[in-house]
């Protein structure tokens, strides 16, 4: 599991941590993964030209401690400070004593351009806010460069612990960050910013609570939650998922959610609904029915939503169940709100931004700029599990607890049915037994792995999204 961990939680690990240590240990630990990942970037050290961007906290005293053992390393480094009278005084005599310079006043710019690296050492988790004007043009003048650009910590700019970037910030190829991930470098949008991520153990892990803000699973979690049948199995103990999606106009998302289903675990899938003979034309193992959700027979968790148009009655049909509950796209809309908080059996809801945007009553782009804050609040107003898509998809709980965020998607997925079969996916895991955390977190992780076997660089259709995910579970379980 990747977890990550709110400022306030790092400040007082920190705390803890220091006290035990002489000073200005941790800064010479997190200097010297950032230097090695620094030189490894720029492969040739020796006469390299390293600009460093140095704000007055300890980001910028990692950045010239960090910038000192390069230049011992031969490179020529150059420091661009941002508050001269308050720069940190151990860094910036260690970067003397190394024989790096500092940039003259008003020559910013012209250095940047020559450089083969920048490190952006203006603000880390002390930054407040959006970038001051002086630091945005810094951040500015990088991006136009052809250097690389390393950021330490975080990349400058960037809310550590929501992801969210208000105005200008650096855009790094590689962040090397200290301690433990931070929210923001796994939530879009900063996590674009950031490139790819590199952790350094600075040995706070002990101090850090058990229970993060944030948790990514990765293989071995996800392996460990999938389900697979054993010699007692039958077709009703690993559980039967419902499907209530599509409509005469829309038959297509009923086969795209029942294609996700089959793949999910669950021993069987039964469909109710308009589309029976579009379902049972492509999967004939599908059980369906035409009389409607309270009269299909044993299901343990349903699907309700996808393509479904104004059935409002179905909506509500299959939400008066005392059986788990996934609410999607068109279901979405249709589900009454005190219903949702009334139930007593896990109710999953999974909207897109602009799903979720209308639930909220704000624009899209407030929720793509707050995704953090989007899913907490939709999960608090619905009383639910809810999963918020996109390119980095969140599953939070009204109960609490950590944040899941998975990334194994690809851009590819945003292709028209790709979410049915998510859900599909997701309500067979549910029927499975798997919590609605579990089932919804699981379910992206394998959706997104799928959809990048799919793709593997070139558009797919949501079918072969759902065709690819038995590789995906192989993948997961290997
Ligand atoms: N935690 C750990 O375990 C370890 C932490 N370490 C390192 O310490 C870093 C944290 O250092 P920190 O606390 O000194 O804060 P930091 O990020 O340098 O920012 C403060 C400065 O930024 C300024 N500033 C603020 N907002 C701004 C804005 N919008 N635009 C522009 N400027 C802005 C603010 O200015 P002021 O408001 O004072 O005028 C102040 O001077 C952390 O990220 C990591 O790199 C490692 O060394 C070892 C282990
Ligand atoms: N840029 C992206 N990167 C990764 N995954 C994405 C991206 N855009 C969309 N997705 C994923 O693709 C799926 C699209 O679902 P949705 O928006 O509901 O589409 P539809 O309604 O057409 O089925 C979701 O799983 C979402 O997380
Ligand atoms: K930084």
Redo the contacts with the bound molecule.
Sequence with gaps: MRTAYCVETVRSAERELMARLRDGALMQRAAAGLGAACAELLGRVYGSRVVLLVGSGDNGGDCLYAGARLARRGAGVTAVLLAPDRTHAGGLAALRRAGGGVARPGTAEAVIERADLVVDGIVGIGGKGGLRPDAAALAEAAERARAAVVAVDLPSGVDADTGEVHGAAVRADLTVTFGTHKPGLLIDPAREYAGSVRLVDIGLGPELPAEAELEALQHADVAALLPVPGSESDKYRRGVVGIAAGSARYPG?AV?AVSGALRGGAGAVRYVGPAGDAVISRFPETLVSDKGPRKAGRVQAWVVG?GAGDDAATVAEVLAEDVPVLI??DGLRLADRDTVRARTAPTLM?P?A??AAALLGVAREEVEGARLASVRELAGRYAATVLL?????LVADSAGGPVRVNAT??????????????SGLAGSLLAAGLSAVDAGSAA?YL??LA?RFAADGAPVG?HDVAEAIPRAWRDVRD
């Design positions: 998302a795209l996808p999607d796209a999974t897109h602009g799903e898509k996109g390119s980095t998809t998607g690809t851009s590819w997925l945003a292709t028209a049915g790709s979410g049915d079969v998510l992206a959706h997104g959809g949501a």
